[in-house]
């Protein structure tokens, strides 16, 4: 198991990642506010496809320590090669790669670049949860909980948070899939807090154009 340099103590104030960012005047503008973690998807089926619209050097000039590239059963090659070209601080594994490929992965990639493995929450009961967190926590330094979909993410929908409060979790861990204001307040009665939320299609105006005012004011309002 890594230990991470982000790890936080039971104080620390919740981060938050923005995901499926597509437009440079809007990164621009969520990386002077501060925000915590900028998202890439390098998942050419989705509509938040980062290299339709921006090239990995324009996101290597970002002056930015939170640039994370998602990927979904990409190879190996061609995430070391990307998380080079844009100057990745994060790798985020959102498909179905298994232990065997994380391993080689943190082989290749520079030591200072940290692994976020998705683990996208469907049908699975608390003993099979279990049973894939206690197999993915070597070689990554955060998990990050989704809600399962055929398209790998951005759906708006919430899985049962409840899940979380009956499993252990031996890493910090971002919390996606759904979350928006109205919700947010439900983060309080987990037991074990996340390290960070991830937000995407509930922060949006059209697929990849976020609403940076209501980012604004869920920054406010997790402060």
Not at 135 to 140: A, G, K, P, S, T
Not at 207 to 218: A, Q, R
Request: glycine share 6%.
């Amino acid at each position: 198991m890594i230990k991470s340099l982000h790890e936080l103590s039971h104080n620390s104030q919740l981060k938050l990642k923005v995901c499926g960012l597509i437009q440079l005047a809007q990164i621009q503008e969520l990386a002077a506010m501060n925000t915590d973690f900028l998202g890439f998807i390098f998942y050419e089926k989705s509509p938040r496809f980062i290299l339709n619209h921006i090239t990995p050097g324009q996101i290597a000039d970002i002056r930015h320590q939170g640039k994370v590239g998602v990927f979904v059963n990409e190879s190996l090659e061609k995430i070391v090669n990307t998380t080079e070209s844009a100057k990745l601080n994060f790798v985020q594994l959102h498909g179905d790669e298994d232990v065997d490929f994380i391993s080689e992965l943190r082989k290749k990639l520079n030591p200072q670049v940290e692994i976020i493995k998705a683990i996208r929450i469907g049908n699975q009961d608390v003993t099979e949860l279990q049973k894939i967190i206690h197999q993915y926590q070597f070689n990554i330094n955060y998990f990050l909980f989704d809600t399962d979909s055929i398209a790998f993410g951005g759906t708006g929908k919430t899985f049962d948070w409840n899940l979380l409060n009956r499993i252990e979790i031996p890493l910090p861990y971002f919390l996606s899939g759904g979350i928006s204001l109205e919700n947010i307040e439900k983060i309080k009665l987990l037991k074990h807090k996340p390290f960070a939320i991830d937000v995407n299609s509930r922060f949006e105006i059209k697929p990849g154009i976020k609403d940076l005012e209501k980012i604004k004011i869920l920054k406010n309002n997790i402060k």
